[in-house]
């Protein structure tokens, strides 16, 4: 099984759900070779609701995923912290929407839940945690103490951040602080376009069905992370194809707006 652990199904926070658009993003998806993909969208994306409303009207979930044309797409979600970093929880669809409701008074920056609080709302769901790119400069994680980020399942190696950092120093500052953790690390993409699948994926020895089976392979090593040779060209192009259609949705409402 190919999967991306870090993948988002909307342009930006502020865009509207485009059923077109995550239909496009599935596609080029499998077209990448990917087979699974873990849907963690914002957790105070505009109308985050929206997207289960029309995926659970158009696709079967089945065991802990839907299928969508054949791709598996593991629900998850993407949390602030106070502490400003990042948290990625995957895990079955009423699980991340019971999360997601729980977490209604804590959508602005001026109310993020805490780690602990997060980690303590979570502690008997049977989720996946990971740690999102840990060394970002704008959302980190390494500066949390080794006892808190041990209640995590694992680190993200984000394909951003190796696009945007020197990948040799990045990659060896995010083993050194999962040694020291004691986490694994796993890969994602953190594709808002679809022309950033395929940059950074995980090749797992086994099919999963559910988030136990992808916590338990995860735990025992049964799985490889790779980063394609064309990373840089990759995110480079989503970033650029993503920057002009945010603009030219942008231009679209206020043509709207003026009528």
């Not at 496009?24 to 990917?34: R, V």
């Not at 158009?58 to 912290?81: A, C, M, R, S």
């Not at 609080?117 to 390494?142: C, D, V, W, Y």
């Not at 004691?182 to 797992?204: E, K």
């Amino acid at each position: 099984m190919r999967i991306d652990f870090h993948s988002h199904v909307k342009l930006s926070k502020k865009s509207q759900f485009m059923p077109d658009y995550f239909r496009e993003m599935m596609k080029e998806a499998k077209a990448s070779g990917l087979t699974a993909l873990a849907m963690t969208e914002h957790f105070n994306t505009s109308r985050f609701f929206d997207i289960f409303d029309f995926i659970d009207a158009n696709y079967k979930y089945e065991h802990g995923y839907y299928l969508i044309d054949g791709l598996k797409l593991f629900p998850g979600i993407e949390v602030d912290i106070r502490e400003k970093g990042h948290i990625l929880l995957i895990g079955s669809r009423d699980t991340i929407l019971r999360i997601r409701s729980s977490l209604e008074n804590h959508l602005t920056e001026d109310t993020f839940i805490s780690f602990d609080q997060l980690m303590n709302l979570t502690e008997n769901e049977h989720i996946l945690k990971i740690g999102a790119h840990p060394f970002r400069k704008s959302t980190p994680l390494h500066h949390l103490d080794l006892g808190q980020l041990r209640c995590l399942d694992a680190f993200d190696l984000n394909g951003k951040d190796l696009y945007a950092e020197d990948m040799s120093i990045y990659r060896r500052k995010l083993a050194d602080l999962a040694q020291q953790v004691g986490l694994p690390i796993v890969g994602g993409s953190d594709t808002h376009h679809f022309l950033q699948y395929g940059s950074v994926y995980n090749d797992f020895d086994e099919e999963c069905y559910t988030v136990e089976e992808l916590k338990t392979l995860i735990k025992t090593g049964s799985y490889e992370v790779n980063i394609s040779v064309d990373l840089e060209v990759k995110v480079r192009a989503a970033t650029i194809v993503k920057k002009l259609l945010k603009e030219k949705l942008a231009d679209g409402k206020k043509l709207t707006s003026s009528k």
